[in-house]
């Protein structure tokens, strides 16, 4: 059965840092592209950032370009979300999810993720 764990989250001031990791067992994560979403509290699941089965190619949502950085190291099957400058809006429950299809990933079409973690929670806040 295919699971994905993420782990990291916490309480962290306004300018501070956290990496997330997403955690694959079940399955071999080099076969999957690797999102990032996030949900606030009343707010829809939005994409953050994304990496592809090879790692080369890489997205990021406009609200975190330049701050956030995404990596794999498939030896560990695991994916990291390493964020900076954190603001109070980057806020909310983080999700890793699976694409087995795509070459590339994406941020916007959540559909193309087919397992999906269960959360681990960030907040910003002094």
């Known amino acids: 059965q295919l699971q994905l764990v993420e782990s990291g989250g916490g309480l962290v001031q306004p300018g501070g840092s956290l990496r997330l990791s997403c955690a694959a067992s079940?399955?071999?994560?080099?076969?999957?592209?690797i999102g990032w979403f996030r949900q606030a509290p009343g707010k829809e699941r939005e994409g953050v950032s994304c990496i592809s089965r090879s790692g080369i190619s890489t997205k990021f949502a406009d609200s975190v370009k330049g701050r956030f950085t995404i990596s794999r190291d498939n030896a560990k099957n695991t994916v990291y979300l390493q964020m900076s400058s954190l603001k109070p809006e980057d806020t909310g429950v983080y999700y890793c999810?699976?694409?087995?299809?795509?070459?590339?990933?994406?941020?916007?079409?959540?559909?193309?993720?087919?397992?999906w973690g269960q959360g681990t929670q960030v907040t910003v806040s002094s």
């Open positions: 079940g399955f071999t994560l080099d076969n999957y592209a």
């Open positions: 999810a699976a694409d087995r299809i795509s070459t590339t990933c994406t941020v916007i079409f959540k559909g193309r993720y087919e397992s």
